[in-house]
């Protein structure tokens, strides 16, 4: 669901980059607020962990389309919705910086879609109304299901919306609507399963991790999720299905082609070039690399791996880096004389 800048004129692609700065303030002055030093490390390894977790997309069977893990909900039920803001917002930057996956213009949209309206329309609207205080058991995980899928739905919302606003694509919006909400239905529904999981998961290591009261530390699931993440990102990323996520799907199911020509002005210029320069590692592989043979066991994807791990990497250190200059500021302030 990352959106290309072809998506977007300068002037909506600017004013979400101002929503989503403005929202990053918001967040980065609440954890500097509240921030406890312990929880900046589990923002770091959840980053790396959801960075990872983006890398494999699967496919939707009888569709001909894939898609990926958003994860901005689990960070929320997990962090809480400031620190999980941040969270999503340190991989995106790292994916369109580096891997020039989503672009640049697009970015504030794409923190927008899969930051935003997960951490701060539907955690708290949705999933903590329904699942209570002290949800457990079957309540928790349905509650954790439909809100993870509703995330995705209205996400894919923000994206026709946001498309439709900048008029540079032929994509009409009913047309557009009818294809990417039934696209994101089916990625949602597994967005919502692995999200069951991976809170299950954690509720029985440290249940303090899903009480918003006792949300601290998360030491015991820390090693378990880099494991996790340099496995997924490490290995398991190469047997990513190639099949068209359900952005490029709806788009060539409108126009026959799953990307759209960059418009040629001086702002998506500028932005492409910067990403060029910028993007070590484009699409999760070596530049140039000869991509015929299919990965596997026997046939590592070694571009893959090494995107992966420096991905993670990379993102791991900017959440960290993140809590603990708010955790320093917060530190500073205090001790300033009054």
Excluded at 46 to 51: E, M, P, S, Y
Aim: include cysteine; proline fraction near 6%.
């Amino acid at each position: 669901m990352h959106m290309a800048d072809a998506l977007l004129t300068p002037e909506v692609g600017g004013t979400m980059w101002l929503v989503s700065g403005a929202a990053v303030a918001v967040a980065s002055r609440a954890v500097r607020r509240s921030a406890d030093s312990r929880q900046v490390p589990l923002m770091g390894v959840l980053g790396a962990f959801v960075f990872a977790a983006q890398m494999i997309n699967v496919s939707i069977p009888g569709t001909g389309s894939s898609g990926h893990f958003a994860g901005g909900l689990l960070l929320a039920i997990l962090l809480g919705p400031h620190p999980a803001f941040l969270t999503i917002a340190s991989v995106l930057v790292v994916q369109a910086l580096f891997f020039a996956d989503g672009g640049l213009l697009a970015l504030g949209a794409n923190i927008f879609n899969m930051g935003f309206v997960a951490c701060y329309l539907v955690y708290p609207l949705i999933y903590r109304p329904l699942a209570g205080v002290e949800a457990s058991g079957f309540r928790r995980r349905a509650v954790t299901w439909l809100a993870a899928i509703l995330a995705l739905q209205l996400g894919a919302l923000g994206v026709v919306l946001e498309t439709t606003a900048s008029g540079i694509a032929e994509l009409p919006f009913t047309a557009f609507l009818a294809a990417m909400q039934p696209i994101h239905l089916a990625i949602g529904i597994v967005e919502g399963l692995i999200t069951v999981a991976v809170v299950e998961f954690v509720a029985r290591a440290e249940p303090g991790l899903v009480d918003p009261a006792a949300r601290q530390t998360g030491r015991r699931v820390l090693a378990p999720l880099a494991i996790a993440a340099a496995l997924i990102s490490g290995a398991l990323s190469w047997f990513a299905s190639a099949d068209p996520d359900g952005l490029e799907w709806s788009i060539a199911r409108l126009t026959g082609e799953a990307e759209i020509a960059v418009p040629e002005n001086a702002a998506h210029r500028a932005a492409a070039e910067l990403q060029g320069r910028a993007a070590l590692l484009p699409d999760y592989a070596f530049p140039g690399a000869d991509e015929a043979a299919e990965p596997g066991w026997s046939t590592p994807n070694a571009g893959t791996t090494v995107s992966g791990l420096v991905g993670g990497t990379l993102t791991l250190l900017l959440a960290v880096a993140i809590g603990w200059a708010l955790r320093l500021r917060r530190n500073r302030l205090s001790a300033w004389p009054r």
